[in-house]
């Protein structure tokens, strides 16, 4: 019997292969945008799991309580971490501080490489599970030895074992390599992790600053992980370390908590001190997609299917006459979709091979089919099989519901509303395309709206270089003055903040202040020419000036810093930080230096060169990209010749703060044009039906006289008619998701409504396009031909 529901099955595809061939690739379009967002979803649920600890690691994250809201922060004082060291060390088998993550400079003979590595104690290897490929996992426990990851021991040291050689680390230290891990999984924290430094070099032989942050409470400057026991409680612990800081820091109340290494992917987002969301949104929203994609794709089939009924009639009637059952139709049926829906899957794998680097530049992964995993294979099978029954259940229970006697004798008619489910199931189709429409252009029109908004400084012609070495120590001004030489150099500065971050922040103190206001702006220390190199605009006061020795102890606000102290003529006024007093003589037009969507943070700029870590230049106009870094690179090989030349522009730089929305604006994209290609395929399947449905009609209507114009109005006013009310349902629908998704950013654009309008009608155009092939072919045939048919 299987046999034979084979054999019939393969008859029916290739007696129609024009809805063999709809159905097919369409079911083959939808399951490969399925199959591409499954393997995206995995990615991401499956992100931090390479680390065996994955289930017992947390990060200490700190609630810092403000006038206005609680703000949760990733970074720790180092105090912190030795307090929860020595005591709750019961609770915690293995605690790690580690510095922020960083470019280094390796040396080794010759071989010089910037590579990004930490600073951090001898527990961690041991507690992210670094797998060993030489020496040991304790090597951070001896201050001059360093871990090498294998790709960055192959390129200092080729195939020679590396182990106990020496490494010349930011052309400060002569360090021993005393192990090589494994490189770290990309979808990992840490998956740029290449070089592991030990924590006791870091804080005794490196800043002033860090070595005096070691007794400071409310300095915040690095990253604090925790193990904790087989089947410990987390949220138990984490109540218990809660008010750990609180007797340390006196200008703000700041509590602690534990964020599990399972949620910091995905549950990384927080409000007045709780969890709640982050990444998890897309993966709900691109699995919606993914799902409602593949039912477009399934929708096909069943349109396709049952508007072929009255010609699958007669088959069915034969079929009960001598005996047949319903189920053994049903299981007919059903055959034939899911010979359809493998088949299909043939190609979707196909599809999805060829697509997946274009879809890994578009999603910034590095994903493979795993072809190899049986259980790939077994939910593919699964996934084929049940996609298979979706979309021939509709078919297989209508079709075999037909009554023999009405079939056979000729009076069976499908119906004046046989007709009605196949136009909701359009209607659904054209709703989740138009949606996904509107979706692309307001996430495109939220980037624009976001690079368009004034960042307060000049961005073009400016990199920055990082100066974490001794050899720049001290030649501040013979730096500038040999770059100012070039011709290609404007202006030079130094701060220890990109102009795209704020990299610190401080509490700070001032006359009339509200006891019960608790803040914190950020600061930045800068040299003297730091505003005439970014170009920033003085609203108040004056720039700092090699004039003012006095300079030295005073600050610059930015607009919002200004609002925040309240005074009504600030220049002048006195603010305290670190018990003394600074003279604010400047206030600047605000500037974006973080997040573009989010208001500016109130930031003060203080005359610190000496805690400077980074050089800003400013390429001077006219003067081509390449040409000026090729004048300036001798300089800086001049006073640190043993570091490659390593910039940021700070264009790029950034232009990495649109990244997360302009992927989400790719890739919504990218599966709305599918969904559309769906859509329409079905579409075409349609109009080819009823054109070839009506080709009597439409002869005698063209022997009376009607034109191809009224011939094309009338095979398209019932699709047109579909595609409006799919509009008048998308249109609020997608309003409401996106109003709601726009409430994240504080800076966003406006739901205009001509967006819903060009989204309305691009679908109507489209629609016109796709199905006037069918409607105008039909009407220009020659009524001889489709009259004296039979």
């Known amino acids: 019997m299987l046999k034979n529901y084979l054999k019939v099955a393969w008859r029916n595809l290739l007696n129609n292969k024009m809805y063999s061939g709809v159905n097919i690739v369409g079911l083959a379009t939808g399951m490969a945008v399925a199959l591409l967002i499954g393997l995206w979803i995995w990615d991401e649920v499956s992100f931090d799991t390479s680390h065996k600890k994955y289930d017992r690691l947390a990060q200490v994250m700190v609630n810092v309580d403000m006038t206005d809201a609680t703000y949760t922060g990733p970074t720790t004082s180092i105090p912190m971490g030795y307090s929860l060291r020595d005591q709750y060390k019961a609770d915690f088998p293995n605690i790690s501080l580690a510095s922020f993550t960083q470019a280094h400079i390796l040396a080794a003979g010759d071989k010089k490489i910037s590579q990004m590595g930490i600073w951090a104690q001898e527990a961690f290897p041991r507690m992210f599970t670094l797998k060993m490929l030489g020496g040991h996992q304790d090597a951070l426990k001896d201050p001059n030895s360093v871990l090498l990851a294998q790709s960055a021991a192959k390129a200092l040291f080729g195939d020679t074992d590396p182990v106990d050689k020496i490494v010349r680390v930011d052309n400060k230290f002569d360090m021993t390599v005393a192990g090589v891990f494994e490189d770290l999984a990309y979808n990992t924290t840490y998956g740029e992790l290449k070089i592991l430094l030990p924590w006791e070099r870091y804080v005794n032989d490196t800043e002033y600053w860090i070595k005096a942050a070691q007794t400071q409470w409310d300095n915040h400057m690095c990253r604090l992980y925790v193990e904790v026991g087989p089947g410990a409680d987390i949220d138990k612990l984490s109540a218990k370390i809660r008010n750990l800081p609180t007797p340390h820091v006196k200008h703000a109340r700041e509590e602690l908590l534990l964020h599990p290494m399972k949620k910091w992917h995905l549950y990384n987002q927080f409000e007045n001190g709780r969890q709640v969301g982050g990444r998890i949104r897309l993966v709900w929203l691109f699995g919606i997609i993914g799902v409602f994609v593949l039912l477009l794709a399934c929708i096909n089939f069943m349109n396709l299917s049952t508007a072929r009924s009255e010609k699958r009639s007669r088959e069915v009637g034969i079929r009960k006459a001598i005996g047949s059952l319903r189920g053994q139709l049903i299981g007919q049926f059903f055959s034939e979709s899911l010979i359809v829906t493998f088949l299909a899957l043939v190609l979707a794998l196909l599809l999805v091979q060829l697509s997946l680097p274009f879809f890994n530049g578009l999603s910034d992964k590095t994903m493979s089919i795993p072809w190899a995993y049986p259980l790939f294979w077994a939910l593919i099978l699964g996934f084929t099989v049940i996609a298979g029954l979706v979309s021939g259940s509709y078919p297989a229970l209508y079709l075999s519901g037909f009554e023999p006697v009405k079939v056979l004798k000729g009076t069976f008619r499908a119906g004046r509303f046989s007709a009605l489910p196949r136009k909701v199931l359009v209607v659904v189709q054209f709703t989740v395309s138009v949606t996904l429409i509107i979706g692309t252009l307001i996430v495109y029109r939220q980037v624009q709206h976001a690079r368009n908004r004034p960042v307060g400084y000049t961005r073009e012609g400016l990199i920055t270089v990082d100066i974490n070495t001794p050899d720049f120590l001290g030649h501040y001004d ?212 009823v054109a070839e449905k009506r080709t009597k009609e439409i002869g005698i209507r063209k022997v009376m006289g009607a034109s191809v114009f009224n011939l094309w109005q009338m095979l398209s006013k019932d699709f047109v008619m579909l595609v409006f009310i799919s509009c008048a349902i998308a249109v609020p629908l997608a309003w409401y998701a996106l109003h709601q998704w726009l409430q994240q950013y504080e800076y966003r654009t406006q739901l205009s409504w001509w967006v819903f309008v060009m989204a309305a009608t691009g679908a109507l155009v489209i629609t016109l396009a796709t199905v006037s092939y069918q409607a105008v072919k039909a009407a220009i045939m020659n009524p001889v031909k489709s009259l004296k048919a039979e």
């Open 478 to 689: 013979a730096i500038r003055n040999d770059l100012l030489q070039t011709g290609a150099v404007t202006d030079m500065a130094q701060s220890n903040s990109a102009p795209t971050e704020v990299w610190s922040n401080n509490v700070v103190e001032w006359k009339g202040k509200d006891p019960g206001l608790k803040v914190s702006p950020g600061t930045i220390a800068v040299s003297h020419d730091f505003g005439s190199t970014v170009g920033w605009t003085i609203k108040e006061g004056r720039d700092f000036s090699r004039n003012f020795p006095s300079d030295t102890g005073a600050f610059i606000l930015n607009e919002s810093a200004a609002k925040l102290v309240g005074f009504k003529e600030p220049v002048g006024q006195v603010i305290r930080w670190l018990d003394q007093d600074h003279v604010i003589i400047g206030v600047v037009k605000d500037m974006v230096m973080e997040s573009p969507y989010q208001p500016i943070r109130p930031v003060i700029f203080h005359l610190q060169p000496s805690w400077a870590r980074l050089i800003t230049v400013r390429i001077k106009p006219g003067v081509p990209m390449q040409e000026g870094l090729a004048k300036i690179e001798p300089v800086f090989k001049k006073y640190n010749p043993g570091s490659p030349f390593v910039y940021k522009f700070t264009d790029d730089e950034y232009a990495k703060k649109f990244s997360d929305e302009q992927r989400i604006g790719n890739l919504t994209t990218f599966f709305a044009v599918l969904a559309i290609f769906i859509s329409c395929l079905g579409l075409f399947g349609l109009a080819s039906f």
